[in-house]
């Protein structure tokens, strides 16, 4: 599984993944986190930065559901 991924993120699921410290549940329970709080950081900062860009009031809101698939989206692309 870690054939794909290199560096000192390989070493430390190697080393997490070799002494049974943490199970696949909390790797998936820390990414799912990971994921929500990048979440929330693209909606505030888009919901923050468009309507000053853009110079109108009316644009579009991002919500919770919007920035997650951005999110996701993103991640898929790089």
């Not at 579009?60 to 997650?68: I, Q, T, W």
């Amino acid at each position: 599984m870690t054939n794909l991924i290199g560096g000192a993120i390989k070493k430390t699921v190697e080393k997490m993944a070799g002494t049974g410290q943490y199970s696949v549940l909390t790797l998936l329970f820390i990414g799912l986190i990971i994921i929500l709080i990048k979440t929330y950081l693209v909606k505030v900062t888009y919901n923050y930065v468009v309507p000053k860009v853009m110079n109108k009031k009316d644009t579009y809101v991002l919500d919770y559901k919007d920035s997650f698939f951005m999110v996701i989206l993103f991640h898929a692309l790089l």
